[in-house]
Nanobody, 116 residues
Framework: QVQLVESGGGLVQPGGSLRLSCAVSGSFFSAYVMGWYRHPLGKQRELVAHITSSSVTNYVDSVKGRFVISRDNAKNTVYLQMNSLKPEDTAVYYC??????????WGQGTQVTVSS
């Protein structure tokens, strides 16, 4: 049973930064493309960034140049460095493998609120 534990969210002013972490229990973490997803209140969940096992990355246009996804396969952890945050980045953030593999059970997520 894989468990996903996200952390690092909080309240930040526009223009600020946060670093999210996601610890993944279980084996074979390094085999999967991992993604960070966000779910704004009243909207659909979206994939904002993903990273392959060899750390090739991809981002949705709205976060390009501001967010950086990374992973540490030895620690079974994926990170999301978020800079120049905007109010529209407000959401609950989750990590998971890509939909094509079949999602693992979702973790509790971590709330990011960008507000002055």
């Amino acid at each position: 049973q894989v468990q996903l534990v996200e952390s690092g969210g909080g309240l930040v002013q526009p223009g600020g930064s946060l670093r999210l972490s996601c610890a993944v229990s279980g084996s074979f973490f390094s085999a999967y493309v991992m993604g960070w997803y966000r779910h704004p209140l009243g909207k659909q969940r979206e994939l904002v960034a993903h990273i392959t096992s060899s750390s090739v990355t991809n981002y949705v246009d709205s976060v390009k140049g501001r967010f950086v996804i990374s992973r540490d396969n030895a620690k079974n952890t994926v990170y999301l460095q978020m800079n120049s945050l905007k109010p529209e980045d407000t959401a609950v953030y989750y990590c998971n493998r890509l939909r094509a593999y079949g999602f693992w059970s979702w973790g509790q997520g971590t709330q990011v609120t960008v507000s002055s």
